[in-house]
């Protein structure tokens, strides 16, 4: 048998698995999915309720305030975050607060208008086109975790080898040959800036969102599928098939889960977001998760959204683009989904 066609009978397999079991959306199968996909991103503790935050800069920019700040996350872990508020202008009281994950790169600096040395950007954003910046400009509390393996969260052989070097193989095989997963990590870390989020005070605890681009596209709809806390979840160039997209080339070792193809397709993951909103970005021209997997999630998407008793609770954009931040239509829609209740207490 060639090899290639061995590959292709582990994925026949692996489909043939999940087929038995039909869509796991409601009921004791959709909490058995949840249940199997919580144990093969790794045991870790849960994060502390208080994150013990230590701020380390605060600047005031155009149109918000950028601070610095260090939490608490599991394990001893520290993690930095940038935290941007918007400037208050006309609203009152608390705001909505979206966790904005970058992908790869060169960490949170990334996504908050900074070089990577810390110094305020002086040329062209990239793909990330600075989304956090545009997240607290919209109104929106935008906070920015450095995901591990990134900026200065990084072993220290790759900080040598300059800002766009990741460490997240090194983590990866690590956590792996010891029963976890680089993606479960930042799952969990992310719980940790969710945690941090519900203790400012400019933040409306009932109206928190996620939004992440590619490899933070993961982390954001995984978290989302597993902290009922997240009101809803933006994933920007990442939500395909995994038969279609990480198996089908050579992508960062943080993409893989164990054990995972025969449980559940990329679709069936972010559908244990529903009912909650859950919002998809795809370029056009994205070679990294292409356009026609990218369609066929969607297609499943809607089909469990359906099933949920939600169906318009997941939108798309589809645009014209590589992989890369759109934006306006997702902020628009973030917009929406964490609009403040009415106050049905005027007139009284």
């Not at 959306?25 to 849960?46: I, N, Q, W």
């Not at 380390?56 to 993690?79: D, F, H, N, P, Q």
């Not at 930042?186 to 992440?212: K, Q």
């Not at 056009?284 to 026609?292: L, T």
Request: charged share 25%.
């Amino acid at each position: 048998m060639k090899l290639e066609n061995y590959l292709d009978e582990l994925k026949r397999q692996a489909a043939e698995t999940r087929q038995t079991r039909g869509l796991p959306v409601m009921g004791e199968a959709r909490s058995r999915l949840t249940a199997a996909f919580d144990r093969l991103l790794g045991s870790f503790p849960e994060a502390a309720s208080d994150p013990e935050p230590r701020l380390l800069e605060r600047k005031a920019c155009e149109g918000y305030t950028r601070e610095l700040v260090e939490i608490g996350t599991v394990e001893g872990l520290r993690m930095r975050v940038y935290v941007l508020i918007p400037a208050k202008g006309e609203a009152e009281g608390p705001a909505p607060a979206v966790i904005a994950l970058h992908g790869h790169g060169y960490g949170a600096r990334e996504i908050v208008g900074l070089e990577p040395d810390g110094t305020e950007r002086a040329g062209e954003p990239g793909l990330h086109k600075d989304f956090a910046v545009s997240l607290a400009r919209e109104g929106f509390v935008a906070i920015a975790p450095e995901l591990i393996g990134f900026g200065d969260r990084r072993l220290e052989e790759d900080i040598r080898q300059g800002p766009g070097q990741s460490s997240c193989f090194r983590l990866a095989v690590h956590l792996l040959m010891t029963g976890r997963t680089i993606a479960g990590l930042r799952v969990r870390e992310t719980s940790a800036a969710v945690c941090y989020a519900l203790n400012r005070p400019e933040v409306d605890p009932d109206r928190i969102g996620i939004m992440g681009i590619s490899g933070g596209g993961l982390v954001a709809g995984f978290a989302a599928a597993l902290d009922p806390r997240i009101r809803c979840a933006v994933v920007s160039g990442y939500a395909s098939l995994f038969e279609e997209s990480i198996l089908d080339r050579n992508h960062c070792l943080d993409n893989y889960v164990p054990g995972i193809l025969p449980e559940a397709e990329m679709p069936e993951l972010l559908g244990l977001i529903s009912p909650r909103g859950l919002f998809l970005e795809s370029g056009d021209k994205d070679r990294v998760f292409p356009r026609e997997p990218a369609v066929k999630a969607f297609e499943q998407l809607k089909r469990i959204y359906a099933e949920a008793g939600a169906p318009d609770a997941v939108r798309v954009d589809f645009f014209e683009g590589g992989h890369e931040i759109n934006g306006g239509p997702a902020y628009a829609w973030l917009r929406e989904q964490l609009a403040a209740p009415p106050d049905t207490t005027r007139g009284e």
